[in-house]
């Protein structure tokens, strides 16, 4: 029959929901849907977030089982100066966009005290 392709693991499993169910219970693969879900998380969140940990002495000497949900942190300072960067860039990235002057009527957030003084009994046509 067909089989399913695990984009996070990269691997082909039989497509069948019992086995998928199980495979995305898995500790292998909640380990690499972790790491591929980190690329897209705000620098400044993993900035705040690492700088809380001390320094996991495992994985500098050599190598830590926990990976991802280690409780200490697995940056070296040069790592967390290269994140500090990014997420000021991001930020001036985000203060120089231009403000959208005037949207739509139909895209323009709903005011409700203009609701509330909206005559309803009006007929159209």
Do not use: C
């Given at each position: 029959g067909k089989r399913y392709y695990c984009d996070y693991c990269c691997c082909y499993i039989k497509n069948d929901m019992n086995i998928r169910k199980l495979h995305n219970a898995g500790?292998?693969?909640?380990?690499?849907?972790?790491?591929?879900?980190?690329?897209?998380?705000?620098?400044?969140?993993?900035?705040?977030?690492?700088?809380?940990?001390?320094?996991c002495n495992r994985y500098f000497s050599n190598y830590c089982k926990f990976e991802l949900t280690c409780n200490l942190s697995h940056y070296s300072d040069h790592q967390l100066q290269q994140l500090e960067v990014?997420?000021?860039?991001?930020?001036?990235?985000?203060?120089?966009?231009?403000?959208?002057?005037?949207?739509?009527?139909?895209?323009?957030?709903l005011q409700l005290a203009k609701l509330l003084q909206t005559d309803?009994?009006?007929k159209w046509g």
């Open positions: 500790q292998s693969h909640a380990m690499a849907k972790t790491f591929y879900m980190r690329r897209f998380e705000d620098p400044l969140k993993v900035l705040t977030e690492e700088r809380a940990k001390l320094v990014l997420a000021k860039n991001k930020r001036k990235r985000n203060r120089n966009k231009k403000k959208i002057r005037r949207l739509p009527p139909s895209l323009e957030p309803w009994t009006t």
